[in-house]
Every structure is written in structure tokens, then in C-alpha cells.
């Protein structure tokens, strides 16, 4: 099993910044997609940010204030948010695709709590 730890989350005031942390672990895998997405209350799951085979994708309502990255030596995405808005208040969800063991797998994050408010 490929297992997805967050971090970075937490409270902050409107046009501030946080980053957000993804590491995958396990044996024998290797992932091809990596992304984020967030769930606020009331409200389905969203794309925020996906990246896979060197190229990147962004919902609307966050392109050119959050960026998103990938270290593959540590199987570790980042999501950099900028000018954080209160609708930005969400749980974020680390998503990763790919294989282990020869079998394909999409995992999920336990989700890590982002709170824009003054």
C-alpha cells in the first residue's frame, strides 16, 4: 500500500501564503500523477492542481496564485498558495497515481485543513 502523509496546513489571514506538503512511502512503486484537491463544506470535491509526466494543470480560481511541484527523488508534491482568499478555505486532499508491485493504484491523503479568515 502507498501511503500519502500531508502537511502544512493551518490558519491564515486573506492574502497570505502557506505551502502544503505531500510524501508518498512504500515499497516497490513507482507514480506517474500527482495532485491536490480540496473539499469545502457543503461542497463535492474540486481539482485544485495535478501534475503528471512534466506538465501541469490548475483550476481557474487558483491560476497564478498557487503553484504546484514535484521532488521525484523524495516522491514528495508541493503546493505553494499565494494571495489565499477565505474561499480557499477547504480540507486539501493529496492525490497520487501509479504502480506498485506491477498493479496500478490512485491513492488519497487523510486531508490536511486549510482556514483563510481574518
Known amino acids: 500500500q502507498v501511503q500519502l502523509v500531508e502537511s502544512g496546513g493551518g490558519l491564515v489571514q486573506p492574502g497570505g501564503s502557506l505551502r502544503l506538503s505531500c510524501a508518498a512511502s512504500?515499497?516497490?512503486?513507482?507514480?506517474?500523477?500527482m495532485g491536490w484537491y480540496r473539499q469545502a463544506p457543503g461542497k463535492q470535491r474540486e481539482l485544485v492542481a495535478i501534475?503528471?509526466?512534466?506538465?501541469?494543470d490548475y483550476a481557474d480560481s487558483v491560476k497564478g496564485r498557487f503553484t504546484i511541484s514535484r521532488d521525484n527523488a523524495k516522491n514528495t508534491v508541493y503546493l505553494q498558495m499565494n494571495s489565499l482568499k477565505p474561499e480557499d478555505t477547504a480540507v486539501y486532499y493529496c492525490?497520487?497515481?501509479?504502480?506498485?508491485?506491477?498493479?496500478?493504484?490512485?491513492?488519497w491523503g487523510q486531508g490536511t485543513q486549510v482556514t483563510v479568515s481574518s
Open positions: 501534475t503528471s509526466g512534466g506538465s501541469t
Open positions: 492525490y497520487a497515481a501509479g504502480r506498485q508491485y506491477y498493479r496500478r493504484f490512485d491513492n
Open positions: 512504500g515499497s516497490m512503486f513507482s507514480i506517474d500523477t
